[in-house]
């Protein structure tokens, strides 16, 4: 199976002290997913490998064969994963607004009918779960439903090196295992979504809506 992990951070420079903290936490993620799951691929999409230009125009509004190279690259990428880790800290009560410029660049049917994993962090002592309130909505529509267990990192730069290892006093086995349950689930629903699509074109079977906004209204 496919998995793919976005980081919801361009931030590179200090302060706040450590930078690029979510790609701490990002690299945690794969190291766990590595291990538990070495026959599964894992990818971290980190948002400072695209230029996504000052005009938001987002993959599916190009004309067939015209859209940029790297977002038609990423658009292949989110249609062939099973699953998805989004990664994310906290601004102003919410989730990330680079974790969700780069997302609505992408059409859902791309990323529908399989789960996601919310993982959140901080400097701080919340870890960014308000952060993950909203990312459940935002999911939700995308339709990559995210799995009840979800993984929040207060501190993280207390927690993680940035190479994603654990720091020193820090129980490895412990972070691991907490990680680990949400992953679990993951692939759990992973597999099962996998099955039922091989089963069932979802898309054939549910109309995605794709001429007009009304399509969503009742009747």
Known sequence: MKFLSF????????PPKPARLGLR???ACASVLKESYPEHANEIIDPLDFDLGGVFKPHFAYARSKAPSELHALAEKIEAADAYVMISPEYNHSM???LAHLLNHF?????AYKPSVIVTYSAGQWGGMRAAVALRT???ELGCLPVSAMVHVPKA????????TVQEGVDAKDWSGYLGRAFAQMLWWAEAAGTQRARVDPHAAVKDFKRDPAQRNAP
Do not use: K
Not at 7 to 14: C, E, K, P, Q, Y
């Open 7 to 14: 980081l919801g951070t361009v931030r590179d420079s200090a």
């Open 25 to 27: 936490v990002a690299r």
């Open 96 to 98: 990330s607004p680079t």
């Open 107 to 111: 059409g859902s049917s791309l990323f």
């Open 138 to 140: 935002f999911l939700s």
């Open 157 to 164: 730069q207390d927690v993680y090196r940035e190479d994603g």
